[in-house]
């Protein structure tokens, strides 16, 4: 069974470069354009992988991930941080909230599929 991975990024764009490059090595992807959408498509079912953008509107990456793990469902769920920001104080902010990787754009699809094989099981 394929592994189901959420991408949360306000750019519909990036989204959908992220889909194209996890569908083509197999995975099954679910989308969201912010924090809280991801909430609402976090609704239970089974999410191997969570990739967010840190800077979106209404809720932003960290806040989403601090969220992500008070839930039971999604507490060990793998999230991986995908940004411009390269900044070593967002980092680390990412890192206490739980994030796993923190890859920064423009990535290489190989880069991002890489990071992805080392965190779903």
Same mark, same amino acid.
């Given at each position: 069974? +394929?592994?189901?991975?959420?991408?949360?990024?306000?750019? %519909?764009?990036?989204?959908?470069?992220?889909? *194209?490059?996890?569908?083509?090595?197999?995975?099954? &992807?679910?989308? %969201?354009?912010?924090?809280?959408? %991801?909430? &609402?498509?976090?609704?239970?079912?089974?999410?191997?992988?969570?990739?967010?953008? &840190?800077?979106?509107?209404?809720?932003?990456?960290?806040?989403?991930?601090? =969220?992500?793990?008070?839930?039971?469902?999604?507490? /060990? !769920?793998?999230?991986?941080?995908?940004?411009?920001?390269?900044?070593? !104080?967002?980092? *680390? =902010?990412?890192?206490?909230?739980? +994030?796993? %990787?923190?890859?920064?754009?423009? /990535?290489?699809?190989?880069?991002? *599929?890489? +990071?992805?094989?080392?965190?779903?099981?």
């Amino acid at each position: 069974m +394929a592994k189901t991975i959420l991408i949360v990024d306000d750019s %519909a764009s990036l989204r959908q470069v992220v889909h *194209l490059t996890l569908k083509s090595a197999g995975y099954d &992807v679910i989308e %969201a354009c912010d924090g809280k959408d %991801a909430l &609402v498509k976090l609704d239970g079912k089974k999410v191997h992988l969570i990739i967010s953008d &840190v800077n979106m509107p209404n809720m932003d990456g960290i806040s989403l991930l601090r =969220e992500v793990k008070k839930h039971p469902n999604y507490k /060990f !769920t793998p999230v991986i941080m995908l940004t411009t920001e390269a900044g070593e !104080t967002r980092k *680390l =902010e990412g890192q206490a909230a739980g +994030a796993k %990787a923190w890859v920064v754009k423009p /990535f290489q699809p190989q880069q991002m *599929l890489s +990071a992805v094989s080392k965190l779903v099981m």
